[in-house]
C-alpha cells in the first residue's frame, strides 16, 4: 500500500467550476500536509499548507484536512484555465526530513 | 530574494556514466533535499543535508551521494547509470529540517541512453 494515495486524473472542468481534488494516506503521524502546483516540465510550486485538521482559505484555494479519516483535500473555486496544471499532495511528519506525494492528479480548466 | 536554482536544465547520458546535478539553496534557507520524479509519478525523496551533513536518506541506493557546501549549496552525484535514472530531478531548500516549507527548483531532467 503506498502511504499516499491520489487519483492521478485527467480531471477536465468547464472555466469558473469548482474543483475538487482528493488524497488519502495511511500513517497517522504524518503531522504536515501540503499541496503543491507543478506545470509542465516545471518544479512544483507550493499552494498551501496545514498541520491541523480543519479547512484553510487562501484566495479561491481551501485546503481541508481530516485526520480522524487519513484525508485531505483542495478545493479550487472559479478555476481558470491557468489553473491547468498538476496538482501534488504531500505530507510529512512532525522532526521529519521528508515530503511524501502523491502521484498527482492532472487538471484541466477549459474556457 | 533569490530563489532555488539548478543547473544543468537538461542532460543526456548514457548507461554507466556519471553524472553530478547541482543546487543552489534560497536566500536564507540552510537544507536542501533532492527528490526524484519519474514521468508520470510523484517526487520521490533522495536524501537531505543539513548544515553540510546528511539527514536522512530515501530509498535509493549507494550510487546516489550528495554533498552540502558551506555556502549551502548542493550537488547530487549519480554513478553507474541506469536507464530507470533517466527522471526529473528536483533540489528543494528550506530553513530547517521540518518539512512544511521546502521550497523547489526547476529542476534537472536527465536522460540516460
Known amino acids: 500500500q503506498k502511504e499516499v494515495e491520489q487519483d492521478p486524473g485527467p480531471l477536465s472542468v468547464p472555466e469558473g467550476a469548482i474543483v475538487s481534488l482528493n488524497c488519502t494516506y495511511s500513517?497517522?503521524?504524518?503531522?504536515?500536509f501540503m499541496w503543491y502546483r507543478q506545470y509542465s516540465r516545471k518544479g512544483p510550486e507550493l499552494l498551501m499548507y496545514?498541520?491541523?485538521?480543519g479547512n484553510k482559505e487562501d484566495g479561491r484555494f481551501t485546503a481541508q484536512v481530516d485526520k480522524s479519516s487519513k484525508y485531505i483535500s483542495l478545493f479550487i473555486r472559479d478555476s481558470q484555465p491557468s489553473d491547468s496544471a498538476t496538482y501534488l499532495c504531500?505530507?510529512?511528519?512532525?522532526?521529519?526530513?521528508?515530503?511524501?506525494f502523491g502521484a498527482g492528479t492532472i487538471l484541466r480548466v477549459k474556457s | 530574494e533569490t530563489g532555488v536554482t539548478q543547473s544543468p536544465t537538461h542532460l543526456i547520458k548514457t548507461r554507466g556514466q556519471q553524472v553530478t546535478l547541482r543546487c543552489s539553496s534560497q536566500?536564507?534557507?540552510?537544507?536542501v533535499s533532492w527528490y526524484q520524479q519519474a514521468l508520470g509519478q510523484g517526487p520521490q525523496f533522495i536524501f537531505q543535508?543539513?548544515?553540510?551533513?546528511?539527514?536522512g536518506r530515501g530509498n535509493f541506493p549507494p550510487r546516489f551521494s550528495g554533498l552540502q557546501f558551506p555556502n549551502y549549496s548542493s550537488e547530487l552525484n549519480v554513478n553507474a547509470l541506469e536507464l530507470d535514472d533517466s527522471a526529473l530531478y528536483l533540489c528543494?531548500?528550506?530553513?530547517?529540517?521540518?518539512?512544511?516549507?521546502?521550497?523547489f527548483g526547476p529542476g534537472t531532467r536527465l536522460l540516460v541512453l
Open positions: 536566500s536564507g534557507h540552510n537544507t
Open positions: 504531500a505530507v510529512g511528519m512532525e522532526y521529519g526530513n521528508k515530503l511524501v
Open positions: 496545514t498541520y491541523s485538521s
Open positions: 500513517n497517522s503521524a504524518f503531522q504536515y
Open positions: 528543494a531548500s528550506s530553513t530547517g529540517r521540518e518539512p512544511e516549507t521546502q521550497y
Open positions: 543535508y543539513y548544515r553540510e551533513e546528511e539527514n
